[in-house]
């Protein structure tokens, strides 16, 4: 099992709805991150959060807004989306992101399989 | 351009075979990770290697890395079936701590 809960699993949402993804760790984890994932491709980095506050955003569109309310949680919040933002949105985390801790693995959740209709 | 050039992007194969993916880049790292992503699931480490010349063992799977931490490469023996997912080679930005995953290699093991 891992250690970074994802929920919804799956998610189907109209391009007017506003829907949430939501994360969650326990591991005294201080950096989170979002990706969006498609079918055979990497992971490609959407948003780092670095101690509660956004250090990288990847020059994501602003329909998809990221929120960490505190050091556990890390929320993407959707609204109109448009059918080619269908895809795996996976939820991560690494105790930090100094270069100290560059050899520490990030743990992903299983994602959040979303579909735009 | 890619950051880390990964090859073969697919690979289909039958159960027992030997197969080799390979990581490689004109930058130089200070380590190095290689991930597994099995269907439904987000990726997961394997392993990390630091130091030029470093070989691990995981089993079935043997992990290189190149004498000039440039490259990597992930040997799998005797593939079977619940070897089959996408391998991830990844590396972190200098100065931002991004991960930064190669293409990916999709491998197929078929029974």
């Known amino acids: 099992d891992t250690e970074v809960t994802q929920t919804p699993k799956h998610l189907v949402m109209g391009m007017t709805n506003k829907k949430s993804l939501k994360c969650e760790q326990h591991?005294?984890?201080?950096?989170m991150y979002w990706y969006k994932q498609k079918a055979k491709k990497p992971p490609e980095l959407m948003f780092v959060?670095?101690?509660?506050?956004?250090?990288i955003n990847e020059s994501v569109p602003s329909r998809f807004s990221p929120e960490c309310p505190n050091s556990s949680l890390l929320n993407l919040h959707l609204h109109a989306l448009q059918p080619e933002d269908s895809a795996l949105y996976l939820c991560?985390?690494?105790?930090?992101?100094?270069?100290?801790?560059?050899?520490?693995?990030?743990?992903f959740g299983n994602g959040t399989r979303l579909t735009v209709t | 351009t890619q950051l880390l050039e990964q090859s073969p992007q697919f690979l289909s194969i039958q159960e027992g075979e030997n197969l080799t993916v390979y990581c490689n880049s004109s930058?130089?790292?200070?380590?190095l990770q290689w991930y597994r992503q099995e269907p439904g699931e987000g990726p997961v480490l394997l392993v990390t290697?630091?130091?030029?010349?470093e070989v691990k063992k995981l089993k079935r799977l043997t992990f290189q890395f190149g004498d000039a931490r440039k490259d990597s490469s992930l040997h799998i023996t005797a593939a079977q079936p619940g070897d089959t997912g996408l391998y991830l080679c990844?590396?972190?930005?200098?100065?931002?701590?991004?991960?930064?995953f190669g293409q990916g290699t999709t491998l197929q093991v078929k029974p």
């Open positions: 591991m005294g984890h201080r950096a």
């Open positions: 930058s130089v790292f200070s380590s």
């Open positions: 290697v630091v130091t030029g010349g």
């Open positions: 959060y670095s101690y509660e506050k956004l250090s």
């Open positions: 990844a590396v972190r930005g200098s100065n931002t701590g991004k991960l930064i």
């Open positions: 991560a985390s690494s105790p930090q992101t100094a270069p100290s801790s560059y050899n520490s693995p990030l743990h």
